[in-house]
């Protein structure tokens, strides 16, 4: 079973930037697409971007895309959120999450394993 531990959440300021990671154990972390959600209260959770299992192919909604970037070092079981230019409205928690399969995994329910979670406010 894959543990997910997401980490790099904090206070931003508006124009600023931020690394989010999440790091895996527990199976073989090469062998698992990987997804970025995030989470206001009250809502559902938006997806934000995936990865493939070598890191070779990125997909990103038109919503982040230019601004959000993916990574991964299947080396060191980690995968990296990079987010440029953050704004008031990026507030919110931000999960990674794991699957099997790569094509079309935009949804939650397409993913197996969840991280925690880690709280990102961008505020001045």
């Known amino acids: 079973q894959l543990q997910l531990v997401e980490s790099g959440g904090r206070l931003v300021q508006p124009g600023g930037s931020l690394r989010l990671a999440c790091v895996a154990s527990?199976?073989?972390?090469?062998?698992?697409?990987m997804g970025w959600f995030r989470q206001t209260p009250g809502k559902d959770r938006d997806f934000l971007g995936r990865?493939?299992?070598?890191?070779?192919?990125?997909y990103y909604p038109d919503a982040v895309k230019g601004r959000f970037t993916i990574s991964r070092v299947n080396d060191k079981n980690t995968v990296y959120l990079k987010m440029n230019n953050v704004k008031p409205e990026d507030t919110a928690v931000y999960y990674c999450?794991?699957?099997?399969?790569?094509?079309?995994?935009?949804?939650?329910?397409?993913?197996?394993?969840w991280g925690q979670g880690t709280q990102v406010t961008v505020s001045s």
């Open positions: 999450a794991a699957a099997i399969s790569w094509s079309g995994r935009d949804r939650p329910e397409q993913y197996d394993y």
């Open positions: 527990g199976d073989t972390f090469s062998n698992y697409a």
């Open positions: 990865i493939s299992w070598s890191g070779a192919s990125t």
